[in-house]
């Protein structure tokens, strides 16, 4: 999704608000046509949703981390288009990139074959060998949408691993992620309607120790008049985010892989900021082991 043929960088006249400041990341944006990239980006930038049409070439925006690591971090991302033609330019916006990221359609189950595709082949790329990719999962707020566990199995995310570490793996064993701020993927959602939507949703940080049914209703809170879905459905959706946020919480305590999940809605914002912050988190954790590296050799 997009906006125009080129984004023009300059607004109000000022062209020194688009040029990158001193330790702005370089972040490419990727992933199959319709998939809500466009709507991701500007929900970034402006912290509101806007109505976009396909993009036809990309667009360009510097948007800022709000939380965690990321805070006051800036970011300069490139939306590239998705569609089929389209793809073939991917490699040019990914040489010397500082991290990926590769957007999802959790719902679009007849697609996930070509993203796995287009993910590996981006990700395998030599020029991307080493490069961070955060996965976002988006369309979360829609009935069905996959979880973090299932992407992780539909996408092949595990044939990654050789790929977006440093040979050398005395170095990847010694520098081991035990992250502290536990907050990368806390499953916070604001209670924000989803354009005359369906569904809101409150669930508690911190709740890798409570996963049984019996405390579904201290987590959640359900417009259940105004949603389509069945109560019982509902409940099982609910519980498969719990699942999904307990299962993300584990992951960002692992050795560092190079990917990460990161589940969205991109239309509320939902999970964006926790995204840049896993994204910020990975590639800090990047340049240390390269560092370690280098010193070893």
Not at 143 to 150: F, I, L, S, T, V
Not at 154 to 170: I, W
Not at 180 to 203: A, D, F, R, W, Y
Request: aromatic share 6%; glycine share 8%.
């Amino acid at each position: 999704m997009g906006a125009t043929m080129v984004k023009p960088l300059v607004k109000n006249g000022n062209i020194l608000d688009a040029l990158p400041s001193q330790g702005t990341l370089h972040v490419v944006m990727l992933g199959l046509d319709s998939a809500g990239k466009t709507t991701a980006l500007y929900r970034l930038k402006f912290d509101q949703y806007l109505n976009t049409v396909p993009t036809i070439g990309f667009n360009c925006e510097k948007v800022q981390g709000t939380i965690g690591k990321a805070k006051g971090v800036h970011f300069l991302v490139w939306d590239v288009g998705g569609q089929e033609k389209l793809r073939p330019l991917w490699r040019s916006y990914t040489r010397c990139t500082d991290g990926i990221l590769f957007v999802i359609d959790s719902v679009d189950a007849e697609r996930m074959e070509e993203a796995k595709m287009e993910l590996m082949r981006t990700a395998k790329c030599p020029d991307n060998q080493g490069v961070p990719v955060l996965i976002l999962a988006n369309k979360q707020d829609l009935p069905n949408a996959c979880g973090a566990k299932e992407l992780e199995k539909l996408l092949g995310l595990n044939e990654l691993h050789n790929y977006a570490t440093p040979p050398n793996k005395s170095v990847l064993n010694s520098c081991s992620s035990s992250s502290s701020n536990s907050n990368l993927i806390n499953g916070s959602v604001s209670n924000q309607s989803i354009t005359e939507s369906s569904l809101s949703v409150h669930i508690k940080p911190n709740l890798s120790d409570q996963s049984d049914e019996k405390n579904t209703s201290a987590f959640l809170q359900y417009d259940t008049h105004k949603y389509k879905d069945s109560g019982e459905e509902s409940t099982k959706k609910c519980f498969q985010n719990i699942k999904q946020d307990n299962y993300n919480k584990t992951a960002s305590n692992t050795t560092f892989r190079g990917w990460y999940i990161q589940p969205t809605c991109a239309i509320t914002g939902e999970g964006l900021q926790e995204g840049l912050d896993a994204l910020y988190d990975m590639i800090l954790k990047r340049r240390k082991l390269n560092k370690s590296h280098k010193n070893r050799r």
